[in-house]
């Protein structure tokens, strides 16, 4: 079974410094990973995606991600984070099957990060 | 930019009540969702939902919970009779299915209250 890992609960930095965010998953083939923010009371807005190709993506907000097959992550950058960024973050990873697009996201327990000033 | 809408935004009931949420998909979109957030924890998976039958689900997702597309725009979750660990914000998210863009659409969610 598919499962992700987010070691950090909660995460303080002051604005302007740089940001990254632990994700490590378990999976037997090539998963589908993304990362979601959720502001409080808000839905579930996704940053990037990772499928297939480039290692490294590009998302919303100046935020990146690594796919780093080795290590099983899939970390969250951002080189300067805005008082705006302060969210919960939440790594998924979706099964890699290629033939269907119905499949279950699971989710870690989320970073809460919060900015200072 | 087309999203997902969901309806009621906040639903309170008494226990032992039925409780219907309802989502509106993105127009084009053919898998459709439904997850739970208990105050606190992580998103969970309940069941996902193409072709007008259940694709899949979750051991949460047992004989007290069922699905449906009404129409060719709404997508329901009906709790039976609600108990109080149902109290949870309940999303739902729809995807195209599309390897290309196999990404899910989330609404703002149903804050549900079982008192």
């Known amino acids: 079974a598919q499962s992700v890992t987010q070691p950090d609960i909660h995460i303080t930095v002051s604005e302007g410094a740089s940001l990254e965010l632990r994700c490590n998953y378990s999976?037997?083939?090539?998963?589908?990973l993304f990362w979601y923010v959720q502001s409080p009371g808000q839905g579930l807005q996704l940053l990037l995606k990772?499928?297939?190709?480039?290692?490294l993506v590009q998302g919303i907000k100046g935020f990146e991600a690594e796919f780093k097959r080795s290590q099983s992550s899939f970390n969250l950058r951002k080189p300067s984070v805005h008082w705006s960024d302060a969210a919960e973050y939440f790594c998924?990873?979706?099964?890699?099957?290629?033939?269907?697009?119905?499949?279950?996201?699971?989710f870690g327990t989320g970073t809460r990060l919060t900015i200072i000033p | 930019e087309p999203e997902v809408t969901q309806t009621p935004s906040h639903q309170v009931t008494q226990m032992g009540q039925e409780v219907i949420l309802r989502c509106v998909p993105i127009s084009n979109h053919l898998y459709f969702y439904w997850y739970r957030q208990i105050l606190g924890q992580k998103v969970e998976f309940l069941v996902s939902f193409y072709n007008n039958e259940i694709s899949e689900k979750s051991e949460i997702f047992d004989d007290q919970f069922s699905v449906e597309r009404p129409d060719g725009s709404n997508f329901t979750l009906k709790i039976r009779s609600t108990k109080l660990e149902d109290s949870a914000m309940y999303f739902c998210?729809?995807?195209?299915?599309?390897?290309?863009?196999?990404?899910?659409?989330f609404g703002p969610g149903t804050r549900l209250t079982v008192l």
């Open positions: 998924a990873v979706g099964a890699g099957r290629l033939s269907f697009g119905n499949e279950k996201l699971t």
């Open positions: 990772y499928f297939s190709g480039d290692t």
């Open positions: 999976y037997g083939a090539t998963p589908y």
């Open positions: 998210a729809s995807s195209t299915g599309l390897v290309t863009s196999n990404e899910q659409f």
